[in-house]
């Protein structure tokens, strides 16, 4: 293994069992410091962490790791008959620990201590930096049961600092924390020693990397410096592919008209020998060299030219396979403007308070996990209560997308499902729309439950924006919580054309700049929500 990799793998092959290739041949490496691996969901990021944590066995290849591996996996199930001690991965030494202070001083129990006597203080200490504070005669012993996911995500990384494993992988670490957990995750990263890969679609995480890992058609490509430094990388190499393909596109126009030239001339070298043999100017024997030698030369020429063409239009190819599709989403729509000043939405509080949303506002609902956003947002769809908010009310058109994205019948097509909120709609008028949503071909067809999670989204805001009557409030549930980049941005893009008032749940900064909201209110548990100035 290359000393400069504490990571390698080689020719990496896996495929699911019913056959469906995930990687091919991929060769990839990691170093010491931070790397975060993007890629488009289904690219196969988290099958390679797992195949280099060895918790799945590739087809053909190798993985070859110098040093243990440290892996929190992005399905972290909390299995309730353990406990936090156990969950750090300290149980061990803390009950040795234990019965050597018990009288127990037998040489196992010596050797599972080994030098980690203040195993307890550190433990503490640790989960004391990651934010987690355990109450109780005795927190190790909590079940992890009782513990949120974004404490259990914390308690699972802490023991991972504390173990210091010389490789560690991190499978999408901030999904369902609140904002402060990602903080404090946030923090630990750009902290973190040795060789960390991180698997993420969190962009402020993704700014606390030394290098972006992308892993885009079975091929990983290293991009060094941050994700913005990524973005901007790779914005300047498509706009020079861009270039390049507008003068491979000019060659082949210009070798084209060479070509007709060649072949107008040869047809005037053909009709100037035929003249010379009607009117028998020449002897016959050397107008027939000439048209012969002329043929010869024409042709010649003609096969020069011809082989130009054919390598312009090989040039042309192969810039245009440097371009990255157009994944853009852009759609207008007018019917979903909103006048300025209209009142849009009202809250009443037990105290007397009001909160209103008017006109085109764009509003974030923010505040840990548990306070009530989903609750609130439910309330202002009217599919539930809240115990102190009122609806006081609410436009008549509101349009909402949970988290759970249960909003399509995953029986029907793509076509039906946006048909059943647009039945005015022509099924070309509805093609046209799903194709501005990048849904095109066969894909319109397709069963909504057969869709990949990027897809669902865009149906599901689809099916929103392309009703009949479209909203004039579009409620929004952590969006982005199950998004990879491309689709976040997506989802930006049409945002950027949406005309109506927004109310957005989310814990992501980064998103909630990029779609424009300009106020926040925030939720407590056990409190009326409330305006305030800021997301913190």
Known sequence: MSSAFSVVCTGLSFAWPDGTPVLTGLDAAFGTGRTGLVGRNGSGKSTLLRLVAGRLTPASGTVAVDGDVGYLDQGLTLDTGRTVAELLGVDRARTALHAIEAGEATEANFAAVGEDWDVEER????????????????????????????????????????????????????????????????????????????????????????????????????????????????????????????????????????????????????????????????????????????????????????????????????????VRDDDAIRVALPGTGVPAGHGVLELGTPVGGRLYLRGPERVALVGPNGSGKTTLLRAVVGRGRHPQAEVVHAADRIGYLPQRLDVLDDGLSVLDNVRAAAPSATPHRVRAGLARFLIRGDRVEQRAGDLSGGERFRVALARLLLADEPPRLLVLDEPTNSLDLDSQRQLAEALADYRGALLVASHDHAFLREVGVGRWWRTERGHAPVEVSGAD
């Open 123 to 322: 433990v503490l200490a640790q989960l004391e930096r990651f934010g987690v504070a355990l109450t109780g005669d005795a927190p190790l012993d909590r079940p992890v049961g009782t513990l949120s996911g974004g404490e259990a995500v914390l308690v699972a990384l802490a023991g991972l600092a504390l173990r210091r494993p010389a490789v560690t992988l991190l499978d999408e670490p901030t999904n369902n924390l609140d904002r402060r957990a990602r903080e404090r995750l946030h923090d630990a990263v750009a902290s973190w020693q040795g060789v960390l890969v991180v698997v993420s679609h969190d962009r402020e995480l993704l700014e606390r990397v030394d290098q972006i890992a992308e892993l885009r058609e079975g091929r990983m490509r290293v991009w060094g410096g941050n994700y913005s430094a990524y973005t901007e990388q790779l914005a300047a190499e498509q706009e020079a592919a861009r270039r390049m393909v507008r003068v491979a596109e000019a060659d082949v126009r210009r070798e084209k008209r060479q070509l007709a030239d060649a072949q107008v001339k040869l047809a005037r070298r053909v009709r100037y020998g035929k003249k010379m043999y009607d009117t028998k100017r020449e002897p016959r024997v050397v107008m027939k060299q000439r048209k012969r030698d002329a043929q010869v030369a024409a042709g010649k020429h003609r096969v020069m030219q011809e082989a130009k063409l054919v390598g312009a239009r090989e040039e042309l190819g192969r810039a245009e396979d440097a």
